[in-house]
Each structure stands twice: as C-alpha cells, then as structure tokens.
C-alpha cells in the first residue's frame, strides 16, 4: 500500500543529491587547482579557501561585513518587495493602470542596478540611502514581474462569483485573490531575494567601507585570491539561507503550493 512520504524522508532525498553535486563540484575544483591548468596563486584550493574563510572569521570582518551587507540587503529588499508586490497587485488587477505602468517597468527592467550607481552617488551620496534605494529598484522590478503575472492569471469568475455572493472588497482580496495569488508572491519574494543580493555587490562596490562586496575589491586590489573565493562562498550560502528561510515560510503558510 502507497504511504505519503514523510516530511523529513522527503529532505533527506532532496539533501543526497544535492551533497552529491556539491562533492562534485569540490572534486573538480581541487583537481582544476591541483593540475596547474591556472596560474599558481590565482586559484586556490578548496582547503586553501576554507582556511581563508576561517582566518577571516577570526580577525573579524567577516562578521562585520555579513551585518553590514546584510542590513542593506534586507532594508533593500523589504522596500522593493512592499512596492512591487502593491504595484503588482494593483497592475494585474486594473488594466488600464496596467497598460501605463508595464511600458514604463519593461523600459527600466533592462537597465541594472550597476549602470546606476553613479547617478545615485550623484543624488544621494556614497551612504546607505543610495545602496538601499539601488536594491529597493532591483528587487521592485523583479517582484513586480511575478506579482502582475500571478494576479492577472486568477480567474475574473471567481472575483465575479464571490460578489455575486455578496462578498466586500476586502474579502474578495483576502479570501479570494491573495490566496490565488499567493504561489505567484511567494516565488517573486523568493527570486526577489537572490536579485538583492545581486543588486548588494553593485550598491557596496559603489562606495563603501564595510560589506562583502566591499571585501571582495580590497582584496581583489592586493590579489588575495583565497580570500576573494570565500567571500563569494559567503555571499553564495547567505543566498541559499534566506531562500531556504522563504522557502519554509511558503511552506507552512501557502500550502497548497508546489514551491
């Protein structure tokens, strides 16, 4: 007889593979630097890596710099995802506010947040408010995207028929249309987030003294290659946390997604 696989039965078949790539990866990686295909120096060892990463954490900027990139990523992204996700909602729900804004948002979405960072320096300065406004412009677009398309795609019926049962608005949009829409949001908050930290590497490389990004030029400047890699390493396992954070929180509130 069929048993519904256990919660965690299914994790431990989603980590096998996973570890197994991840062995992969390593294998090929120390093989690359141990062959002397690159330049001695310019790529080092997984072991080499790790004790950079560890070096880093004991002197103590890797702390500092993790706080720092995170509070502007998250201060970033929490004011992009709030704007998008509104202006999704209300685009994939009004046509002809859609038909204003999505030639707008279409021309903005191919100009990145880099391409903008000397404007922003321009008006706001090298502090935290150009960085956090340059995410916040990243992460509004990409939400954005999967908020309209999620919420333009629930049937008109529906919304017709729970007013035909005399349903308000406000029941409509908490019974109805946000539970409809809610695997479309959850996925734009979850790609929303990956797009911050991407946005996080062009604000800190626009000027600053404290942040992953930060770390990453000054040690690219005196050729620190190591210590280059584990901060990539960083920003990469920060990157899987938050959208493993995500991830269950779809889970456990928007259940009846497959995400």
Not at 28 to 44: C, D, F, H, I, R
Request: proline share 6%; hydrophobic share 55%.
């Amino acid at each position: 007889m069929y048993s519904t696989p256990s919660p965690a039965s299914r994790a431990r078949g989603r980590l096998g593979p996973a570890l197994g790539a991840a062995g992969a990866v390593l294998a090929l990686w120390s093989l690359t630097a141990w062959s002397g295909a690159v330049a001695p120096g310019l790529l080092p060892t997984p072991a080499e890596t790790a004790a950079a990463l560890a070096d880093s954490a004991r002197s103590g900027p890797l702390a500092s710099d993790v706080a720092a990139s995170l509070t502007r990523a998250g201060q970033g992204f929490a004011l992009g995802a709030l704007i998008g996700s509104a202006l999704g909602f209300a685009t994939g729900c009004l046509p002809r506010l859609s038909a204003a804004v999505t030639p707008l948002v279409s021309f903005l979405r191919p100009i990145p947040a880099i391409a903008l960072v000397p404007l922003a320096t321009a008006w706001f300065g090298i502090g935290e408010t150009a960085k956090r406004l340059l995410i916040a412009y990243a992460v509004l677009l990409a939400v954005w995207l999967y908020v309209h398309d999620g919420v333009s795609r629930v049937p008109v019926s529906h919304l017709r028929a729970a007013r035909t049962l005399g349903a308000p608005l406000h029941r409509r949009f908490t019974e109805v249309l946000l539970p409809a829409a809610a695997p479309a949001l959850l996925a734009a908050l979850r790609y929303g987030a990956s797009v911050a930290l991407l946005a996080l590497v062009a604000a800190e490389l626009g000027g600053a003294d404290s942040g992953l990004a930060y770390r990453l030029q000054v040690d690219g400047q005196f050729l620190r290659v190591d210590r280059m890699f584990a901060g990539l390493i960083v920003l990469g396992l920060l990157g899987v946390a938050v959208d493993l954070v995500l991830a269950g929180i779809g889970r456990r509130f928007v259940h009846w997604s497959a995400s």
